[in-house]
């Protein structure tokens, strides 16, 4: 079996800055992309930020800027900091992996169960 977790949201006052992690464990052989997603309730999920196995990043126009990717391939975690936080990046925040398992060598693609980031004032 494969968990993604993530940690790290919470409430914070405009302006403010947060730090998001996402731990893959279980059955993984190595880990592809990672990425970090978010929704609200008034928006579908969209894509806020991916990185490659070898740190190409990839950001949505709303956050250039102000949220930087990044990851440590040893302990199969990505990480968001996020800077500068705005009302409208309240959201749950998911991470997801594309990642082979160790016990077939099967590509699939997990998503972890969220954390909510709250900004206001």
């Known amino acids: 079996q494969v968990q993604l977790v993530e940690s790290g949201g919470g409430w914070v006052q405009p302006g403010g800055s947060l730090r998001l992690s996402c731990a893959a464990s279980g059955d993984i052989y190595t880990v592809y992309t990672m990425n970090w997603y978010r929704q609200s309730p008034e928006k579908q999920r969209e894509l806020v930020a991916s990185i490659t196995s070898i740190g190409n990043t990839n950001y949505a126009d709303s956050v250039k800027g102000r949220f930087t990717i990044s990851r440590d391939n040893a302990k199969n975690t990505v990480y968001l900091q996020m800077n500068s936080l705005k009302p409208e990046d309240t959201a749950v925040y998911y991470c997801?992996?594309?990642?082979?398992?160790?016990?077939?060598?099967?590509?699939?693609?997990?998503w972890g169960k969220g954390t909510l980031v709250t900004v206001s004032s």
């Open positions: 997801n992996a594309d990642l082979m398992r160790y016990s077939d060598f099967e590509v699939a693609h997990y």
